[in-house]
């Protein structure tokens, strides 16, 4: 998605910040630009449009109270649709903006595709649902997020297979995306020497139908089913199953926790469970924004919170050091303790958070509901 010719005309302005100042610009009328990577179009737009509709709601009232240190915010928001090379251009694009700050990306491997070039151009990333384990590994010092890396998510889906379902065997699948593929690798590596793995194997994104890997798993025969990877994938493979009469139990990852999902049949999702950080929607805090995104006919999302709160700790950051230069924000970011609507948040030296509430979530309903 283009700039807006709003934002061009913000960006031509010579009072706006660039990266390697020291301190705010002197004019005090001069704006701070927020760079937004995201999935706005395609069939990732379901996760990428609530995290720049929440992210707007937090920078109307952070302006609304008077800006940041007298400096409006303004956001320039950026279509990667999830695909690595457009991610990498977008990213370009913020640098040759000299922008200081970037919420995303929300997909791992447009993300992780988009890394090198944010570090090169000394540019902080803070990401509402990027959770692939190596995001944090040591390699992206600029780079942090708000949501749980997939190695825990993956210990966490085990744990309940053994635990909660007593699964004896389980097939898993993957949509070889960094993100799917990475949670998939985890469980498998958990599940070692306690669940008997009948199938490990990527899927082909896109496939207009999954018959054959639904007719595979019914020979099979395992206790349970783990798809890990997006959506638009996930929801085929349920609606596959069913037509295959497969009712053993299914897991998926928290891509699939949203509302979108009980667009399929009730009847397509009754054995589907979500594993999730929890639903912060639920929170009173939250609630006045939701509110206001239900006004506009926006969906309430946990990304889309998360967005929201990186929003504020961003405002409160540039409001404690009074500087775009990268140091002091990383600096910030690394020893602060931020307040949120979502809670007090704070980061590991790695850059993950470092509350991890974890859910399962049974979706067969109408709503999700914590599994017992």
Known sequence: MKLSSYIKFILSLSCIFFLGSTAFAAKKTSPIVIGILAPLTGDFANYGLPVKNSATIAVEKINKAGGVNGHKL???????QCKPELAINIAHKFADMHLSIVIGGVCSGSTQAALPVFNKAHIVVISPSATATNLTDGSNPNFFRLIPPDNFQGEFQADFLINNLKAKTIAILHDKDAYGKGIATILRDQAKGKIKVVAFEGITVGAVDYSAVASKLRRLKPDAVAFEGYMPEGTKLLTQFYKKRLKMPVIVPESHKSD????????????????SPLDPSSLKTVQPISKILTQRKQRTTAFGIYAYSITQIIAQVLEQTKTINYKNIHTALDKGKFKTIIGEVQFSPKGDILKKNYVMYKAGGTTFVPAK
């Open 74 to 80: 303004v956001l320039a928001a950026e279509d990667s």
């Open 260 to 275: 979108v999902l009980f667009n399929l049949k009730a009847k397509y999702r009754a054995n589907t469970y979500v594993s």
